[in-house]
């Protein structure tokens, strides 16, 4: 009797369902369907956005950002409508009657809504422009400077900076033309108070502290957890950096002529930032290497390696719609002078803006690149919806770019290509040195320096005032450098960094991934039987294989778990110290009875 109450209301039940349309009744089905207009605009209005911004860098014109600001605000105008934020907020609410890949999804398109809410069109409106504004600056911004011994002011190009920081033991032309390197952050600097205020005050309306806070949702984290993450990850690998440190500065005041410094003069460093060491082991200049290649070679050689181990094939696309090489100094037409990867349409159009010519630099760079791409090119299948194609996290986009530029600091893959230097040992600890110059210099700039800073500036609304000193008390805090001398709030120095303009509040990625990156290397030359500082990877499938598994995922998984299934272990800097432990014996020999530290 029961039974047969029971059965009649579930079939009245879903004659009234039918009746109504159920697809619009059940949580899992209203989100199915607007998951399904969702994504396909979303890449429609992407695809235009992607296509203006590509015009705006590549060729720095005020109608190109004119475009770029139409197109970025209809994004805007969907990505942030009321209506999304209302659906996604109702849809999470019952998300227990949804599956993963919808709460993945929902929980995308709610973040990049709290990017641009639509219930704040002034402020959108106002941060779409401003970004546009900003990125012309930065894009199209002309250095000058005037070298010792001369009377006009000349122009400087980006890699003219870098190759000058490299290569020069002038001292005097060292510090003109790293100060010079710091003009951009004066025409900067107004542009980035605004965007921090139009950034913060939107992240505020969705909920946030601030938009650090919105960043750090990107990785699953809260402020207070990305803080004890990077700190932790920045103390483990400080006494092998402090070893680097004291072996630097003492190999950089006998290149010089000068005492040892406590402190490493900023201009003293080969590169802007200090970001890292290159070209400071004796005996290993790499850049020679490439007299003989020519720019596209060095592009190719990135391709293949990929291709090499079945990763998905790159298409003719690539190399006709990419802008992929350096500008003469003259040249009339400016584009952006930082290396980047462009998912145009997310479904096959990927693109490359670089700079390259012959050097280790873009060899390494171009390597990197061409890692995004095929994560592009991986995630581009059917299975993974358009809002999910993209990196499981930032962190694991550009961890995956790093593994793909690992190979440029192993000895067999140099050989491979006829580039590795003569004379050199390949177990030789100085090569391993001038990796860690690399790679572990990198950490305090980028867990720490970088990390701190941002934070400060939007969790703390750093007053205009204190932008420069805030940012010179960490650079001698996490890198133990100081500028040429004291540099006042008329300057902007972090605003000279690409990414505190363009790519704000998130460049501890770069520092997650490195880790990453190192325990997937340690895991797989373990897995091939192969001395991970000795590795060849080339043309082997079985890493091709590895990594597609974590690629074609996209973000339909959460990365912390990616990492732990793909290697066993969760993200520490362990493996990127077991790499380096023999060389930080080294260096405790090399720098006994000096000082350590500063
Ligand atoms: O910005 C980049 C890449 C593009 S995603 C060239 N990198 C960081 C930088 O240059 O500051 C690579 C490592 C660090
Ligand atoms: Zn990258």
Redesign the pocket.
């Known amino acids: 009797m029961k039974a047969t109450v029971w059965w009649t209301g579930v079939w009245v039940w879903g004659i009234a369902m039918v009746g109504h349309g159920m697809a619009e009744e059940s949580p899992a089905a209203r989100a199915q369907s607007f998951l399904a207009f969702y994504n396909a605009t979303y890449q429609r209005l992407y695809q235009v956005a992607q296509e203006a911004q590509w015009l705006a860098a590549t060729d720095v014109r005020p109608e190109h950002t004119g475009r770029r600001i139409g197109a970025d605000a209809a994004l805007a105008a969907f990505v942030g409508s009321p209506w999304v934020i209302e659906q996604c907020r109702a849809l999470e609410s019952a998300s227990g009657a949804q599956d993963e890949l919808t709460r993945r999804q929902l929980r995308v398109i709610a973040l990049m809504a709290a990017e641009v809410p639509g219930t704040q069109p002034d402020l959108v409106r106002e941060r779409v422009a401003a970004e546009a504004r900003q990125s012309a600056i930065l894009d199209g911004f002309e250095f000058r400077w005037t070298p010792p011994g001369s009377t006009s002011p000349q122009r400087l190009t980006a890699n003219q900076i870098d190759d000058l920081l490299l290569t020069s033991t002038n001292l005097a032309e060292r510090r003109a033309v790293w100060e010079a390197s710091k003009q951009s952050g004066v025409a900067l600097k107004e542009g980035l108070l605004q965007l921090r205020d139009l950034r913060n005050r939107l992240a505020r309306e969705m909920g946030y502290s601030s938009y650090y806070a919105l960043r750090a949702a990107h990785f699953g984290l809260t402020v207070p957890e990305l803080r004890a993450l990077l700190e932790r990850l920045v103390a483990e690998t400080r006494p092998l950096y402090e070893q680097l440190h004291a072996w630097a500065r003492r190999r950089l005041a006998q290149r010089y002529g000068q005492p040892v410094p406590r402190l490493i003069p900023a201009h003293w460093l080969p590169n802007r930032w200090g ?1 890292e060491w290159p070209g400071l082991v004796e005996g290993l200049d790499l850049d020679p290497m490439f007299r003989d290649r020519s720019a596209e070679w060095i592009v190719r050689q990135a391709v293949a390696y990929g291709e090499s181990l079945g990763l998905p094939r790159v298409p003719d696309t690539f190399w006709t719609r990419s802008d992929l090489y350096d500008l003469p100094p003259e040249s009339p037409r400016k584009k952006n002078t ?3 990867a462009w998912d145009m349409d997310l479904n096959g159009d990927v693109r490359s803006l670089m700079n390259v010519k012959p050097s280790f630099g873009w060899f390494a ?1 171009a390597h ?2 061409m890692g995004h791409v095929f994560y592009f090119l991986a995630y581009h299948r059917p299975e993974v919806p358009y809002v999910l194609r993209r990196g499981a996290s930032p962190a694991m986009h ?1 961890a995956m ?1 790093e593994t793909l530029a690992t190979p440029t600091v192993q000895p067999p893959y140099l050989k491979r290509l006829g580039l590795w230097p003569d004379g050199v040992a390949a177990d030789d600890l100085r090569w391993l040195l001038n990796a860690a110059l690399d790679q572990v210099v990198f950490i305090p700039w980028a867990a720490g320096v970088m990390a701190s800073w941002e934070h400060d500036f939007y969790e703390e609304n750093l007053p205009a005032d204190e932008l420069n000193r805030r940012w010179w008390m960490y650079v001698e805090r996490y890198q133990g450098i100081a500028p040429p001398e004291p540099r006042g709030e008329e300057f902007c120095d972090p605003a000279t960094k690409t ?1 505190i303009n363009d790519d704000p509040a998130e460049y501890y990625k ?1 520092a997650l991934a490195f880790l990453t990156k190192y325990q997937f290397h340690l895991y797989l030359a373990r897995q091939l039987g192969q001395d991970p500082r000795q590795s060849d990877f080339y043309g082997r499938r079985e890493v091709g294989a590895f990594l597609m598994r974590i690629m074609q995922a996209g973000a339909t998984r959460d990365w912390r778990s990616l990492i732990r299934d793909a290697t066993g272990e969760d993200l520490s800097a362990r493996p990127m110290l077991e790499y380096y432990a023999p060389l930080f014996e080294y260096l405790r020999r090399e720098n006994e009875g000096q000082p350590v530290g500063w």
């Open positions: 970001q930082h290396a980047s760079t990197h690149e550009e770019a990414h770069y």
